[in-house]
């Protein structure tokens, strides 16, 4: 028997893992909820798959470090890590993520918990939607949207409402797994 999932899942081996494993499931966990939101805006233009591929390359140079430790990296430091080829060599995607862990600190500094903020734009709870076939899903939603300015006059970056609205989808603010789909949760898990 075969397990059903979601038709924009290839067979490779990255993207059944990341499929079954992560998309969709409520995360709550600030290294990973960051890592999220900066990853979704390294896939700007590019496919998810690319980013998928050169995760680890990131999490080397950026994510197995702690936010404040990405938020001190010097313009000398980004120009370094921007010759690896295991990364999106666009030096602006990669500022970014300095740029979201300044902010992301910030936030923290006013006595708000970045994760329970992000949270907030669903009201903390999981948008499950109803998804015949994931072409007929959202691209950007209202609540995407007001996330994206939100967001960006707080000084993140590469944080559109297209990007907001797929990192919603990989931290499990919103899950549209489609309806066939085995690992559409919280319904039938």
């Not at 059944?16 to 939101?37: C, K, N, T």
């Not at 050169?54 to 370094?80: G, N, V």
């Not at 740029?99 to 910030?106: F, R, T, V, Y």
Request: glycine fraction near 6%; include cysteine; hydrophobic fraction near 40%.
């Amino acid at each position: 028997m075969t397990i059903q999932r979601c038709g924009w899942c290839s067979d490779d081996p990255l993207y059944i893992a990341y499929h079954d494993q992560e998309w969709g499931r409520p995360e709550r966990s600030e290294a990973h909820v960051f890592e999220m939101l900066c990853l979704e805006g390294q896939q700007a233009g590019l496919s998810w798959i690319t980013v998928l591929k050169k995760r680890e390359a990131y999490r080397q140079h950026f994510f197995r470090h702690s936010i404040s430790a990405i938020a001190q990296l010097s313009d000398e430091a980004l120009a370094e890590i921007v010759q690896d080829a295991g990364i999106i060599r666009h030096i602006g995607k990669l500022k970014a993520i300095r740029s979201n862990a300044i902010a992301w600190l910030q936030l923290k500094q006013d006595g708000i918990d970045p994760v329970e903020f992000l949270w907030s734009f669903t009201q903390q709870q999981i948008l499950d939607n109803d998804v015949p076939d994931y072409r007929m899903a959202a691209a950007q939603t209202a609540e995407s949207l007001h996330m994206s300015k939100t967001l960006k006059k707080k000084g993140f970056k590469f944080v559109g409402p297209t990007i907001c609205y797929a990192f919603m989808q990989a931290v499990g603010m919103v899950n549209d797994h489609e309806n066939h789909c085995a690992f559409k949760h919280p319904s039938t898990v």
